[in-house]
Nanobody, 117 residues
Framework: VQLQASGGGLVQAGGSLRLSCAASGRTFSSNIMGWFRQAPGKEREFVASIIWSVGDTFYADSVRARFTISRDVAKNTVYLQMDSLKPEDTAVYYC???????????WGQGTQVTVSS
């Protein structure tokens, strides 16, 4: 499976962005799709995930109630709607898929999100 992430950019604090991740190639309905991020000098961290088959969602505490993950099954695309953005949300955001959050086996190329104060 190949993942293509897009939608990053520069936004002021309090603003919004929507990231997209289009999957192509062989996909599995039992997979989890997720978003991770990595800020400069920090380790990559989990942001949100969705179970592809049923749509159940999970979030990191730092983004819960501000970010929303969703999917479009017909388009094989997962989205991350990011609202009330904060400077600490600045990072490269990656989409990934796998059988679990701890065992993601395919990654997109990353898209930069920069939130100015």
């Amino acid at each position: 499976v190949q993942l293509q992430a897009s939608g990053g950019g520069l936004v002021q604090a309090g603003g919004s962005l929507r990231l997209s991740c289009a999957a192509s190639g062989r996909t599995f309905s039992s997979n989890i799709m997720g978003w991770f991020r990595q800020a400069p000098g920090k380790e990559r961290e989990f942001v949100a995930s969705i179970i592809w088959s049923v749509g159940d969602t999970f979030y990191a505490d730092s983004v819960r109630a501000r970010f929303t993950i969703s999917r479009d099954v017909a388009k094989n695309t997962v989205y991350l709607q990011m609202d009330s953005l904060k400077p600490e949300d600045t990072a490269v955001y990656y989409c990934a898929t796998g059988m679990s959050v701890a065992r993601m086996n395919a990654w997109g190329q990353g898209t930069q999100v920069t939130v100015s104060s």
